[in-house]
Each structure stands twice: as structure tokens, then as C-alpha cells.
């Protein structure tokens, strides 16, 4: 059994670039949240996708935005890149939404700078 | 929305116990949980509570509390490894997480 994979694990961008970051679930989870967590803080939830479509969003702008594959990979976007983005993006992967499914599994993450 | 209150550092001595609360108001719930995170690395589940009480796993223990928003993650035997944040998160009914700010717990000697 694989586990949550992220790729890259750094990332230097300049402002008003765009980035997007990978992340490869753990085999047989068809769920993934992405979290924004800056240094000090706890992570912040950005979105979660289920079997492919978006199924809840935080608090973020539209700039952030994502994708999930068929085979449950998912894609994080961010355009017009600000200082404030550097963070280490995690992404976690489940088994469904319901409460037997509760374990969330983190990858272990990309660090993004933004200069 | 929600809420999510835990003390932002702790030490502790190695060998002692230590006490980790967490207090949280959320529009929804559907389950507390607890992970440790080293400066770094991805969070590390710890444990999970819907129900009130307390649940043990070896040397941790986890309660809940919801008719008072509360729960609280208890370390005993503590070990130079357990130096770490603690990350309280509430689940909601749609399985989206909200987590505090952890608790930077530093273990001595």
C-alpha cells in the first residue's frame, strides 16, 4: 500500500507567478483535501475533492484552484502568486465522506516560497 | 463557522505527563481529532473521538467532551521524541477538517 505522495518538495516562485503542485493518493482513496499551513500556524483547508468534483472550500481566493483525475490524483493551482503564499501545502487523501472514513492521511507536503 | 482554542506552547519534563486541551465552537460536528506534527513533516494521526469519553492508545489518551466544546490529549511517559506539535481538528459533516493552531510541546530532560 502506497502512501500520500506530493511532488515537488520545494518550490521557489516569483509574485505574480502561478505554480501547481501534485499529489498522488494513497491507493484506494477516492477523497483529497488540500491545506495551506504557514509557519507557526495549523494547517488551513483550502478544498477537498470527491470522485472528481470539488466538494468544499475554505476560505481562499479564486486564484486557488484545483483538479482531481480519475485515479484520484489531484492537482492544487495558485495564479498571480503573492508574498503571503509561502507556505507548505499539504495534501491529504480518505475513503469516502462518510464517518467510518474518518482517518485523513497527510502527505508530506511542498514547501513554496514566493519572492 | 468555527473556532478552534489550544494553548500555543507547553514543556514538560521527560518521564512526567502532560495535558493538552483544546476548546472548539463549530457550526458542525462530526468528530475531534489529534496529530502530532514534527517541525517539517506532514501531521500524524493520532486519535480520533465522536463520542464522549475518553479513548487510550498506549502511552496517549485522548477525551471529548461535546456538550462543552471541549477535549483534551494526554501524554504520559513522556520521551524526548514526543517534542512536537499538537494539532486539535474538528471534523465536520462534510469530512473537511478545521484545525487549531497547535501546541508546540517541548519535552526536557
Known amino acids: 500500500e502506497t502512501g500520500v505522495t506530493q511532488s515537488p518538495t520545494h518550490l521557489i516562485k516569483t509574485r505574480g507567478q502561478q505554480v501547481t503542485l501534485r499529489c498522488s493518493s494513497q491507493s484506494g482513496h477516492n477523497t483529497v483535501s488540500w491545506y495551506q499551513q504557514a509557519l507557526g500556524q495549523g494547517p488551513q483547508f483550502i478544498f477537498q475533492y470527491y470522485r472528481e468534483e470539488e466538494n468544499g472550500r475554505g476560505n481562499f481566493p479564486p486564484r486557488f484552484s484545483g483538479l482531481q483525475f480519475p485515479n484520484y490524483s489531484s492537482e492544487l493551482n495558485v495564479n498571480a502568486l503573492e508574498l503571503d503564499d509561502s507556505a507548505l501545502y499539504l495534501c491529504?487523501?480518505?475513503?469516502?465522506?462518510?464517518?467510518?472514513?474518518?482517518?485523513?492521511?497527510f502527505g508530506p507536503g511542498t514547501r513554496l516560497t514566493v519572492t | 463557522g468555527q473556532n478552534i482554542d489550544q494553548p500555543t506552547e507547553m514543556t514538560a519534563t521527560e518521564g512526567a505527563i502532560v495535558q493538552i486541551n483544546c476548546t472548539y465552537q463549530t457550526s458542525g460536528f462530526n468528530g475531534l481529532f489529534w496529530y502530532q506534527q514534527h517541525a517539517g513533516e506532514a501531521p500524524t494521526f493520532l486519535s480520533y473521538n465522536v463520542l464522549d469519553g475518553l479513548e487510550e492508545k498506549g502511552r496517549f489518551s485522548s477525551f471529548l467532551s461535546r456538550s462543552k466544546g471541549y477535549s483534551y490529549l494526554l501524554l504520559k511517559e513522556l520521551q524526548m521524541k514526543d517534542s512536537a506539535s499538537y494539532l486539535c481538528a474538528v471534523k465536520n459533516a462534510g469530512n473537511m477538517l478545521t484545525f487549531g493552531g497547535g501546541t508546540r510541546l517541548m519535552v526536557k530532560p
Open positions: 491529504a487523501s480518505s475513503l469516502g465522506l462518510g464517518t467510518d472514513a474518518y482517518e485523513q492521511y
